[in-house]
């Protein structure tokens, strides 16, 4: 576990440039001032641009629209990251550890609060098998964005406060649905935390759309990319449903391995530590939860 603080800090873009809803913001509010010197009222159609841009950049997850979003690592090596998000889950995050301890596999889990107080003997197998864990929230509200700063500090907080009774400090967050707004640049900073999207996904829904999920992400994946995958069990499916996402799971790990990829901690690749310990978090648990994919 890298708990080393690193300086280095990934760049949003590997090839530097600004991202096109950076470029089409400028362009637009520019024209307006331009437009606005000679005649106000034509300076309405790229004000309005300006606007809308300024709302729907954010639920483009790659954008970091209000603030530096890390999306991916350095492309130059063939290696890719996992995260898991919403978890832990006790039907299935039991077997996904067990399948990632099988193939020798390290992964970053972006945790929920609520579900991490339910289960902090899961978060301290999760610590004590080698994985790191984010900050998703408490409560993963996808429409929290849309409410008050102080909610949204408060949502990020409580989850920080409680894994660090756990003994682990995160400093990566995962924002619900991977949406941002103009506030949570701000409140990051004053939690000494930074923002963590992905790059590649099956949009599966939480894992309630399961079909297929390996082809869409391996059609997709590139060098240097942060996979989004999900280590819930959707509330209509239960035991059954482990199974099938195992197998899609363990074809994602094989078919990176038969590409000559390598699949590395999410802290290698983007160069920055993920979590640091507060004290040690790896003693023996009362619960083993062992995995019945049955």
């Keep these: 576990m890298n708990t080393t603080r690193n300086e280095h800090i ?3 873009s590997v090839s530097g440039r ?11 509010l520019s024209s307006a001032l331009l437009v606005s010197a000679w005649d106000v009222t034509f300076s309405i159609i790229p004000l309005a ?9 954010p639920f483009f997850t790659g954008t970091g629209y209000y603030l530096p979003v890390i999306t991916r690592g350095n492309p130059s090596g063939n290696v890719v990251s996992l995260t898991f998000d919403d978890g832990p889950d006790p039907i299935s995050t039991p077997c996904l550890l067990t399948l990632l301890a099988e193939k020798k596999t390290t992964a970053t889990f972006f945790v929920t609060g609520e579900h991490a107080s339910r289960h902090p003997d899961l978060i301290r197998k999760i610590i004590r098998e080698g994985h790191t864990i984010g900050n998703h929230s408490y409560h993963h509200d996808p429409l929290i964005m849309l409410k008050s700063a102080k909610r949204l500090f408060q949502e990020i907080q409580r989850t920080q406060a409680l894994l660090n009774s756990y003994g682990i400090h995160p400093l990566a967050f995962r924002p619900p649905a991977g949406i941002t707004n ?6 990051l900073t004053r939690l000494g935390m930074y923002c963590v999207n992905y790059r590649c996904r099956a949009f599966d829904m939480g894992n309630r759309r399961i079909g297929n ?17 999900h280590d819930i069990v959707p509330a209509k499916n239960k035991k059954w449903f482990v199974s099938d996402w195992l197998m899609e799971i363990e074809t994602i790990l094989d078919n990176i391995q038969k590409r000559g990829w390598k699949i590395i901690p999410l802290a290698d690749l983007i160069q920055r530590p993920v979590m640091t310990s507060i004290q040690t978090v790896v003693q023996d648990s009362p619960h083993d939860f062992p995995c019945d994919a049955s």
């Design 10 to 12: 990934p760049e949003q």
């Design 18 to 28: 600004l991202p096109i809803s950076h470029l089409l913001g400028m362009v637009s």
């Design 182 to 187: 103009p506030k949570l640049g701000s409140i």
């Design 49 to 57: 641009l300006f606007v809308i841009i300024s709302f729907i950049a």
């Design 213 to 229: 999920l390996s082809q869409k992400i391996l059609r997709k994946i590139k060098p240097g990319d942060i996979i989004l995958l």
